[in-house]
């Protein structure tokens, strides 16, 4: 006769810093580097996005992207 062994769950406090998003289901803020949400269990979708330099902001020198309206460093209308 096999005995089956509940897996315990483990509790650990660890500290890190990672980026947010949020959930498009239920609107809950999600880490990163999450691939589903923590509240919901919703799958979350994340994609690279690829993009051209159009020049520089006037007011910062930031680099702004094709179509941009507003300068994504200080705001600045383009």
Do not use: H, W
């Not at 509940?6 to 999600?30: A, W």
């Not at 094709?66 to 600045?76: D, L, N, Q, V």
């Amino acid at each position: 006769m096999k005995i089956i062994r509940k897996k315990e769950l483990r509790e650990i406090e660890i500290p890190f810093v990672d980026n947010k998003k949020y959930c498009s289901n239920c609107g809950e803020e999600t880490y990163l580097q999450d691939v589903y949400c923590n509240n919901c269990g919703e799958k979350l979708i994340f994609e690279n996005k690829m993009g051209v330099y159009r020049g520089n902001c006037p007011n910062c020198n930031e680099l702004y992207y094709e179509g941009a309206k507003y300068c994504t460093r200080c705001g600045y209308k383009l």
